[in-house]
């Protein structure tokens, strides 16, 4: 190291230290001579200066770059501790640069994807500005949760040490996970301690974005959405760790339901935060059925994605059976309702099951209902009468799963669930004219006066 090279990075040191503020002219005086050797009072004698300000020069000198090197500074160790720390400073630069560690498991390719700038502006907002630890994205199956927790964690990927996006769809254990998860944060093939500990202390020094989909695969079916099933419990250590403790990382869960513990501690001036994912915007849905190669005019994409709730996955499903099955016809497609979006109703299906007898009959009550109803009208008309409680609680859940819609009128049903829930509902009571139980459907005849489209097949059903 030369001494024009010391005297430039002391400059560069106390310029940052300082904020700005580098050597005077009489500092590099006394720096550089000191450096070579000379005395201060050969420095004084020199430069013309006191020799007790020449000596006050340098003890400030020394004090101020013991500050910035965090170790003591004198004039006889200077040129040690100088040369030790550019060496420390090249080893640094030229150790091989770790890649950007990311491992995205089985995410699907988001090349095609549309709209939701307003979504991904927010919880990026959430995640960049007001350093959110816990995220949860949920809603309906195919409204695009995992679509767009991709396209998230590619748009922060530069932002993070980290990127980990993992699928939960198989319901792997949380020490799976871990292990898998660990190694890639270590940067090592194999981590001995796979502890929530070890994830912790981990998340605490790197700033890694932790992608979980599917968290409904990992939860209970039934009535309480969110609690754990059984094994699992692990996950809810794990995340009421990430959401209480502090770190530089960002945890994002999506799914179906919502696991217990997220709910008490979001809020929106809290780290932890919720997005419940709706329906994609008319010209947005538009934008698939363009892709899969459908042509409507404007006004037709808008209602067929209306119909649809604006769910990317029942639009894209439609697009394609509309294609074959209706050469292409949307008019005639709607006209056919229900009969032939068998993928949908599949979808729909594994949501109904995971309902609890209550919830499943709160679906069918909106369905006689038809139009938006209050809980407390809701909570006369089912049978067993069912305390306001239990009721609020049913609904809470129905809601988190996004199955039913909040109006200022009163709760209600998205058109394509409404159909659903009607379809199956009119199985219900044909099995209930079988086996002589004919509870709902009394309670429905009072009800449906006039409401065609459930009394008809009663009435056929009953005369046949
Ligand atoms: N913004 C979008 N633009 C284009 N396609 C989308 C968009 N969002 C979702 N999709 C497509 O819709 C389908 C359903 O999306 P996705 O799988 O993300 O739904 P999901 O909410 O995760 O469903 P599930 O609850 O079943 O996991 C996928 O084929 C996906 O590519
Ligand atoms: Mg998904």
């Known amino acids: 190291m030369t001494e024009q090279e010391a005297l430039t990075l002391v400059d560069t040191l106390l310029h940052t230290a300082n904020q700005r503020q580098g050597l005077n002219d009489v500092q590099s005086v006394v720096f550089l001579e000191t450096w070579t050797g000379t005395s201060y009072r050969e420095i004084a004698e020199q430069s013309g200066y006191e020799y007790d300000y020449i000596k006050q020069v340098g003890s400030h000198l020394w004090r101020s770059l013991t500050q910035s090197l965090g170790e003591p500074v004198s004039k006889r160790n200077l040129q040690a501790v100088l040369r030790r720390y550019q060496q420390l400073q090249q080893a640094a630069t030229t150790l091989p640069i770790i890649q950007d560690r990311q491992d995205w498991g089985e995410a699907p390719d988001v090349s095609r994807f549309y709209g939701r700038q307003g979504e991904l502006q927010t919880l990026e907002t959430w995640i960049l500005e007001d350093c959110c630890r816990a995220i949860e994205i949920f809603g309906l199956g195919g409204m695009g949760k995992t679509a767009l927790s991709v396209k998230l964690a590619q748009q922060l990927q530069s932002q993070f040490d980290c990127v980990i996006w993992r699928s939960l769809q198989q319901a792997p254990l949380l020490e799976l996970i871990v292990s898998e998860i660990l190694p890639i944060l270590v940067g090592s093939e194999v981590t001995i301690d796979n502890s929530i500990d070890t994830l912790m202390k981990q998340l605490r020094s790197k700033r890694c974005l932790l992608v979980l989909d599917n968290v409904e695969s990992i939860l209970q079916d039934g009535n309480r959405s969110g609690q754990y099933q059984p094994g699992y419990e692990a996950y809810h250590q794990l995340f009421d760790r990430i959401c209480d ?33 709706q329906g994609l915007a008319g010209a947005e849905g538009q934008q698939i059925l363009i892709a899969k190669g459908l042509e409507a005019t404007k006004s037709q994409s808008q209602t067929l994605v209306n119909y649809f709730g604006g769910n990317p996955l029942a639009i894209k499903i439609a697009a394609t059976t509309i294609q074959t099955l209706f050469g292409g016809n949307i008019q005639g497609f709607l006209a056919q309702g229900s009969h032939v979006f068998s993928d949908l109703w599949d979808l729909l299906d594994r949501q109904f099951e995971r309902l609890s007898a209550l919830q499943q009959q709160i679906m069918y009550w909106l369905v006689i209902n038809r139009e938006a109803v209050m809980p407390a009208k809701l909570q006369e008309e089912i049978l067993p009468k069912v305390p306001l409680r239990e009721l609020l609680e049913a609904l809470e859940s129905l809601q988190a799963r996004s199955l039913i819609e909040t109006a200022d009128t009163g709760l209600t049903l998205q058109p394509v669930i409404m159909e659903y829930v009607t379809e199956r509902f009119i199985q219900a009571l044909k099995r209930e004219v079988t086996t002589n139980e004919l509870t709902i459907q009394n309670r429905c005849l009072i009800e449906s006066q006039t409401q065609d489209y459930l009394r008809d097949p009663q009435i056929q059903l009953i005369s046949s």
């Open 245 to 277: 403790e502090p770190h530089q990382s960002c945890l994002i869960i999506t799914g179906r339901d919502k696991p217990g513990g997220f709910a008490l501690r979001q809020g929106k001036k809290l780290p932890v935060r919720s997005l419940q994912l």
